[in-house]
């Protein structure tokens, strides 16, 4: 079955930072666009950075230049790299598979920026 396990989440001092990881399984990895969204504290969930299928790449506003989004299609992983980071990158983070009317979201992992 569809398996997306996110990992590399935990606490972090501003300015840290973390890579996070997301391995699939039970679909054609290298055909979807793979995203990492967020969702804070009593926020809706929004997306971060997606990177498509050819390796194109979209960041939100708030982490552009400072996040970094990959993929490894012989490994099945997207990663996500994020540096400087702020308080307001608190959250969890999810890992999201999208192929047409297919998607697929994984368990999410925890990430808080605090001092």
């Known amino acids: 079955q569809v398996q997306l396990v996110e990992s590399g989440g935990g606490l972090v001092q501003p300015g840290g930072s973390l890579r996070l990881s997301c391995a699939a399984s039970?679909?054609?990895?290298?055909?979807?666009?793979m995203s990492w969204y967020r969702q804070a504290p009593g926020k809706e969930r929004e997306l971060v950075a997606a990177i498509t299928a050819t390796g194109s790449t979209n960041y939100a506003g708030s982490v552009k230049g400072r996040f970094t989004i990959s993929r490894d299609n012989a490994k099945n992983t997207v990663y996500l790299q994020m540096n400087s980071l702020k308080p307001e990158d608190t959250g969890v983070y999810y890992c999201n598979a999208n192929y047409g009317v297919f998607r697929h979201w994984g368990q999410g992992t925890q990430v808080t920026v605090s001092s």
């Open positions: 039970g679909f054609t990895f290298s055909r979807y666009v």
